[in-house]
């Protein structure tokens, strides 16, 4: 009897690996998930409180600039140097895409289209870097040349966040995945 119950405490220790094993990887996994999914809800908000300024700044000079500022202080959980890419960017509908050039990293701008910037760019941005002159950042496309006048149109105006989630536990993939949201908005209208 004594030499089954000694076998018997062997497999027991084995089959507890073997569960354990399995526990803490779903439990990693779980995180992983959990991690990705307020990322998700955070680049979400982010991109609605910039498209929520940005349409009731409409034609004023510092419109990006208060539109970023916005957007940096909604992805503040996420850390700033997770985010790869903001793009303002005009739409024909409300509900449009940001238009394929304007995602592009290596893009800055796309002229009449998008102002695009990068992480860095907003983490260092300054207010005597908008202005819509030569040289600022906000130039392709000036928040002053913005269309919001009720007799002929107003425009509508989306905000494009992409940020980089990385795996910290590498249950779900050994890379980083990418999460994108944006917003789209119409200009406050003048009469």
Not at 4 to 19: H, K, P, T, Y
Not at 155 to 173: E, F, H, M, S, T
Request: aromatic residues 6%.
């Amino acid at each position: 009897m004594r030499r089954l119950r000694r076998s018997d405490r062997g497999v027991v220790l084995v089959e507890f690996a073997f569960i354990a094993t399995f526990l803490a990887l779903l439990a990693f996994g779980v995180t992983e998930i959990g991690s990705a999914w307020q990322s998700r809800m955070t680049v979400q908000a982010a991109s609605r409180s910039g498209a929520r300024v940005a349409s009731s700044l409409t034609t004023n000079a510092a419109a990006d600039y208060n539109t970023l500022l916005a957007v940096k202080s909604a992805l503040a959980d996420i850390g700033l140097t997770n985010v790869e890419h903001v793009v303002i960017y005009k739409s024909v509908v409300a509900g449009g895409a940001v238009p394929t050039a304007c995602t592009t990293p290596s893009v800055v701008s796309v002229s009449g289209s998008c102002n695009a910037y990068t992480g860095a760019q907003i983490i260092a941005m300054t207010a005597g870097q908008f202005g819509c002159g030569v040289g600022k950042l906000d130039n392709a496309w000036c928040p002053t040349t913005r269309q919001n006048l009720l007799a002929f149109g107003t425009d509508y105006l989306g905000v494009w966040i992409r940020v980089k989630q990385p795996n910290l536990a590498k249950v779900l993939g050994n890379g980083v995945q990418r999460i994108s949201d944006s917003s789209v908005m119409r200009l406050e209208p003048l009469t």
